[in-house]
C-alpha cells in the first residue's frame, strides 16, 4: 500500500531556528504539492512541482521558506528564520499529471510548533 | 480569489442519525472533490464530481453537484462513529493542479 510519507511527524522549535520538513512522494508520482493548515486559513497551497520542477509557489513567503526537489524520492520545505506564526501543520502531497484531475495523495503531515 | 464556504463549520450527531453538509462558492469549478479528515492524518479523498447535477453515492455517502457547478453538497444516511472527521470540500478552477480548499466542517458521530 504506498503512501506518501513525512518527516519529522512532530517538531517544537525556538522563534529564529531553521526547520526542515521532509517528504517522500509515492514511487512513480511526478508531482508534488506542500500545504499548511491552520484552524484561521484552512489548507492552503505553499509550493506545486511537477518532475522535480517548481511551478508554482506563489503561496509561499518567499523571505523565509524555500522548497526543493534533490531528487524523485525527497521533497524538502525549509523555514529559516522561523517564527511563531509559522506554527501549523504542514503536509504534503504527490499525484501523477495525466493531462488534468490529478488524484493527490497526502502524507500525515508535520506538526509545528515555533515557541 | 476563489473561495469555499463550508457550512456547518461543526455537527456532532447521535449514532444513526442523518446530515447533509454544504460547499459553497460564488465561482464556477471545472470539478469539485470531497476529502476526509482524521485527527493526525493528511486529507483522503473521497469522490470527484465533474457534471454540474452529477450525484454520486459511496455507501452511504450521498455527494451532489450542483447544477451551476457553484456548490455541492455531502449527505449521510444512518451516520456511524466511525464518519467521525473532518469534511472538506475542494474545487478545482482554471488551472489542472491548483485546489481551492474550504475550511471544512468537523463531523462527530457519538455512540
Known amino acids: 500500500d504506498a503512501r506518501v510519507t513525512q518527516t519529522p511527524r512532530h517538531k517544537v522549535t525556538e522563534m529564529g531556528q531553521e526547520v526542515t520538513m521532509r517528504c517522500q512522494p509515492i514511487?512513480?508520482?511526478?508531482?508534488v504539492f506542500w500545504y499548511r493548515q491552520t484552524m484561521m486559513q484552512g489548507l492552503e497551497l505553499l509550493a506545486y512541482f511537477r518532475n522535480r520542477a517548481p511551478l508554482d509557489d506563489s503561496g509561499m513567503p518567499k523571505d523565509r521558506f524555500s522548497a526543493e526537489m534533490p531528487d524523485a524520492t525527497l521533497a524538502t520545505l525549509k523555514i529559516q528564520p522561523s517564527e511563531p506564526r509559522d506554527s501549523a501543520v504542514y503536509f504534503c502531497?504527490?499525484?501523477?499529471?495525466?493531462?488534468?484531475?490529478?488524484?493527490?495523495?497526502f502524507g500525515p503531515g508535520t506538526r509545528l510548533l515555533v515557541l | 480569489t476563489q473561495l469555499l464556504e463550508q457550512s456547518p463549520q461543526f455537527l456532532s450527531i447521535q449514532e444513526g442519525e442523518n446530515l447533509t453538509v454544504y460547499c459553497n462558492s460564488s465561482?464556477?469549478?471545472?470539478?469539485l472533490q470531497w476529502y476526509r479528515q482524521e485527527p493526525g492524518e493528511g486529507p483522503v479523498l473521497l469522490v470527484t464530481?465533474?457534471?454540474?447535477?452529477e450525484v454520486k453515492k459511496l455507501k452511504r455517502l450521498t455527494f451532489q453537484f450542483g447544477d451551476a457547478r457553484k456548490d455541492s453538497s455531502l449527505h449521510i444516511t444512518a451516520a456511524q462513529p466511525g464518519d467521525t472527521g473532518l469534511y472538506l470540500c475542494a474545487g478545482r478552477g482554471g488551472s489542472n493542479y491548483k485546489l481551492t480548499f474550504g475550511k471544512g466542517t468537523l463531523l462527530t458521530v457519538n455512540p
Open positions: 502531497a504527490s499525484g501523477l499529471a495525466r493531462g488534468g484531475r490529478e488524484t493527490q495523495y
Open positions: 514511487l512513480g508520482h511526478n508531482t
Open positions: 464530481v465533474v457534471t454540474g447535477g
Open positions: 465561482s464556477v469549478f471545472s470539478s
